[in-house]
């Protein structure tokens, strides 16, 4: 991690927030590859798996705009760790009621309901932590160095996707069976959040003037200055929510295993694909000093060829290299439309802009999965392709953007050294 650390944001605080982001990204990435296995032993249909996943995305996408417009009455750091909380107890009573369902101590239907209900917990109160950590790092870091300071804080993503899987096939307690993860991982957050209280200094409550507050207020999806980068975040986050959501299923189905047994099938793939992200967002990005224009071009266009790759692959070789040729396009992507969203408006909007794009992140998961696997026991690559066309569609839209290409010019980075 030491390399991705941005030189214009102190390294401690960094560090921390990186942790917050990691820990929960992790989380939710082991949760999504033992989902399918799940759901498949205690006899859920595959549909309404991955709509767990969209009742919990509809609460993020409400409750994100609204935290990130508390820190001016209760602060960033006190925000991190109530999503955190959140998130400590939500994964702790789906670990209980997984661990039920399993053990056939509640029926398939209350084991539905009551995950449902755990996961909307996490939407509503585990939305506070990202907008936070974003808000802290946009705040801190130049203009120039901002394109490369959230792609660092942004591939805590990125290594939570290769912990998480990995952990997830490699610590499955006998005692606790496909549960174990949930448990694990609560266990981390509850250790990363003592870190945050101990480690996260206390930020300055702001006074909200009034200019503040009619910054505030204009600061709307609509907004000319944002609207390009949201519409291409949201294709963005659909097109990945919906591919992605079905590599537990494809992967079950192709290899013709029981659902525990391709654990650890799923569990490299979902490595690969984390791997090719890390590779974008650690190496690349700074190599080749990229605009969020160039993000988002080179991004897409990848993403959309690794869609294709995926729906069409005859072996599970192709489907992991199809999966992290994908990946490694949302890992260009995703930085692109955060930091361009983040350099079109001013310092005091740091805080509305972050809630957004968290907004964005999380409405992505509410019809997209649900839709992909619908669309995959139609036709297996229908999804795939449809995702690739959405892809190249908006791809050309930002490329033409004027807008994004004005916004651009000002991500043009400076020369950063020092890393360790």
């Avoid at 925000?79 to 398939?108: D, K």
């Avoid at 963005?236 to 992605?244: C, D, S, Y």
Wanted: aromatic fraction near 10%; include cysteine.
């Amino acid at each position: 991690m030491n390399g991705s650390l941005p030189t214009t944001f102190d390294r401690q605080k960094f560090a921390v927030l990186f942790l917050a982001l990691l820990v929960v990204a992790a989380g939710n990435t082991a949760l999504q590859s033992v989902l399918p296995a799940i759901g498949r032993e205690i006899g859920i249909k595959d549909v309404y798996i991955s709509m767990i996943f969209s009742i919990s995305a509809a609460f993020w996408t409400i409750s994100a705009p609204f935290w990130s417009q508390q820190t001016y009455r209760h602060g960033r750091k006190n925000l991190v760790r109530l999503g955190l909380a959140g998130y400590i107890v939500s994964v702790s009573a789906c670990g209980v009621i997984i661990y039920a369902g399993l053990h056939h101590l509640i029926s398939p239907i209350s084991t539905v309901v009551g995950f449902a209900v755990m996961r909307g917990l996490f939407g509503l109160f585990g939305s506070a932590t990202n907008p936070a950590a974003q808000a802290y790092v946009a705040t801190e870091t130049a203009q120039a160095d901002r394109t490369a300071a959230l792609a660092s804080l942004s591939s805590a993503f990125g290594l939570g996707t290769v912990l998480g899987p990995a952990l997830a096939a490699m610590l499955i307690l006998p005692a606790l069976g496909l549960s174990t993860p949930l448990f694990l991982f609560a266990a981390l957050a509850a250790i990363t959040l003592f870190a945050v209280s101990k480690v996260l200094p206390q930020d300055v409550l702001q006074i909200r003037t009034p200019l503040l507050k009619e910054s505030q207020r204009r600061l709307r999806w609509r907004d000319p200055r944002v609207s390009p980068f949201l519409v291409c975040g949201i294709i963005v986050g659909n097109a990945q929510a919906a591919t992605g959501q079905l590599m537990g299923f494809l992967i079950i189905d192709m290899l013709h295993l029981k659902p525990e047994a391709a654990q650890s099938f799923i569990g490299v793939a979902m490595m690969a694909g984390a791997a090719s992200t890390l590779l974008a967002q650690w190496g690349l990005i700074r190599m080749f000093s990229m605009t969020p224009r160039q993000l988002l071009q080179w991004g897409i266009v990848f993403a959309a060829l690794g869609a294709l790759m995926t729906g069409f692959a005859q072996s599970y070789v192709g489907v992991v290299s199809g999966f992290a040729m994908m990946s490694l396009g949302f890992g260009f992507a995703r930085p692109g439309f955060t930091a361009g969203a983040s350099l079109a408006v001013s310092h005091e909007e740091q805080d509305g802009i972050a809630g957004a794009i968290t907004a964005v992140n999380g409405c992505s998961f509410i019809f997209a999965p649900a839709i992909g696997i619908m669309l995959y026991h139609i036709a297996r690559p229908a999804p795939f392709v449809i995702a690739s066309l959405l892809l190249l569609g908006v791809c050309l839209y930002a490329s033409y953007s004027a807008q994004v290409k004005r916004v651009s010019k000002l991500g043009l980075p400076n020369e950063i050294g020092g890393m360790d």
